[in-house]
Nanobody, 125 residues
Framework: QVQLVESGGGLVQAGGSLRLSCAASGRTISSYAMGWFRQAPGKEREFVAFISWNGGRTYYADSVKGRFTISRDNAKNTVYLQMNSLKSEDTAVYYC??????????????????WGQGTQVTVSS
């Protein structure tokens, strides 16, 4: 079992930055692909960013491309999401997730095996 705990969310003004962290415990995530998703009130959970097990591949939703950066430190069993130039439409609960699927970029919620509890990001305009 993998337990994931997100942190770093909060309230920020439009144009500001936040860095989310996702700390894993229970077992190492070094062999897992990792993703960040978000869910706004009344909307479905949506893909934000993906990183392969070794960090060699990343992929982003068009809505965040050029503003968000996903990274990982397998030695610390932690994944990060650096969010810059935040917009009001980025307001959501952000979740990190781990997937055992390897060799492909994984975008679907159903492809992830473990989820954190989420951290709220609120961007004021």
């Amino acid at each position: 079992q993998v337990q994931l705990v997100e942190s770093g969310g909060g309230l920020v003004q439009a144009g500001g930055s936040l860095r989310l962290s996702c700390a894993a415990s229970g077992r190492t995530i070094s062999s897992y692909a990792m993703g960040w998703f978000r869910q706004a009130p009344g909307k479905e959970r949506e893909f934000v960013a993906f990183i392969s097990w070794n960090g060699g591949r990343t992929y982003y939703a068009d809505s965040v491309k050029g503003r968000f950066t996903i990274s990982r430190d397998n030695a610390k069993n932690t994944v990060y999401l650096q969010m810059n130039s935040l917009k009001s439409e980025d307001t959501a609960v952000y979740y990190c997730a781990a997937s055992r699927i390897s060799g492909t970029i994984t975008l679907r919620v159903s492809s992830y095996d473990y989820w954190g509890q989420g951290t709220q990001v609120t961007v004021s305009s």
